[in-house]
């Protein structure tokens, strides 16, 4: 006769961390699958909406080189300022490429 090993019940297994400290292999539920499928239709929501708003900043950058040139010295005064200068050569450096080439993919 072949010894049965009785395995946990779905709902005591809520976690892969939970599954793994009692030796079963870590599965999703349906419930944790749904959910995480539900997160990251979110988080891809979020990133579309950000490429759209990054897209719509280089558009303007690249009409308006003088005046995002103007501001970016101005932002990295005020961030230079609050820092203390902790940070004056790398704040240096982004202002010096956003003047150089402004609207352009960084490479």
């Given at each position: ?6 395995l ?46 990054t ?31 902790k ?21």
């Amino acid at each position: 006769m072949t010894e049965r090993t009785e395995l946990p019940r779905p709902e005591m297994i809520n976690s892969g961390i939970r599954a793994e400290l009692i030796g079963v292999p870590p599965t999703l539920t349906r419930q944790e699958s749904a959910r995480e499928r539900l997160v990251m239709a979110r988080l891809f929501r979020k990133l579309a909406v950000l490429a759209g708003a990054t897209e719509a900043a280089r558009r303007y950058a690249r009409k308006n080189p003088e005046k995002v040139a103007r501001l970016a010295e101005n932002a990295g005064r005020f961030v230079d300022k609050k820092t203390h200068g902790k940070y004056h050569s790398k704040i240096e450096g982004a202002v010096r490429k956003v003047r150089g080439n402004p609207g352009q993919r960084p490479v």
